[in-house]
T-cell receptor, first 113, second 108 residues
């Protein structure tokens, strides 16, 4: 069983489109995250949700909107995609205090053309 | 915010060699983790180690929190160890800040 699953794995889309990435975890964790990895492999947190509530919201354009219907799911919707949004987006989950480590999904490679 | 520096940035090893990767951080932390990103992009959690020493097979890690550094040891390296090794820390709560990583290439 996949612990943290993201779909789709690859996403190629045109500038200006709207797209969503879905994430689900079956580990019983209560906190979920979205991270962005740029072309230089640098990983930066975007959002964090704890039990469906937003607790971390980094400086991210408001074209990015996370949604957590329940504590096992955290989706990322992106409006009006731009070339600079091209990156790999990782979903992760953990217990609320981060103890015992994070578990990451396999990533979604988004390419905006 | 907290700063995380990893060294070396790049490392090439012959299979069977040992190596030590270092992570320095600028402030007290309540959470420190080591990750391996394999050539296929998968991020694997290696250790949760805010202090002390842990071992898992050929890998071990030590964090000296009072001196603000952590070390990851890889012994008898294998080609499957290739990839990027990240150190990530958190000052409070669960917001992990990642270092820039160490790119490891193990040659057969």
């Amino acid at each position: 069983d996949t612990a943290v699953s993201q779909t789709p794995k690859y996403l190629v889309t045109q500038m200006g489109n709207d797209k969503s990435i879905k994430c689900e975890q079956n580990l019983g964790h209560d906190t979920m995250y979205w991270y962005k990895q740029d072309s230089k492999k640098f990983l930066k947190i975007m959002f964090s949700y704890n039990n469906k509530e937003l607790i971390i919201n980094e400086t991210v354009p408001n074209r990015f909107s996370p949604k957590s219907p329940d504590k096992a799911h955290l989706n990322l919707h992106i409006n009006s995609l731009e070339l600079g949004d091209s990156a790999v987006y990782f979903c992760a989950s953990s217990h609320v205090d981060g103890n015992y480590g994070y578990t990451f999904g396999s990533g979604t490679r988004l390419t905006v053309v | 915010g907290i700063q995380v520096e990893q060294s070396p940035p790049d490392l090439i090893l012959q299979e069977g060699a040992n190596s030590t990767l270092r992570c320095n951080f600028s402030d007290s932390v309540n959470n420190l983790q080591w990750f391996h990103q394999n050539p296929w992009g998968q991020l694997i959690n290696l250790f949760y180690i805010p202090s002390g020493t842990k071992q898992n097979g050929r890998l071990s890690a030590t964090t000296v929190a009072t001196e603000r550094y952590s070390l990851l040891y890889i012994s008898s390296s294998q080609t499957t160890d290739s990839g990027v090794y990240f150190c990530a820390v958190s000052e409070y709560g669960n917001k992990l800040v990642f270092g820039a990583g160490t790119i490891l290439r193990v040659k057969s």
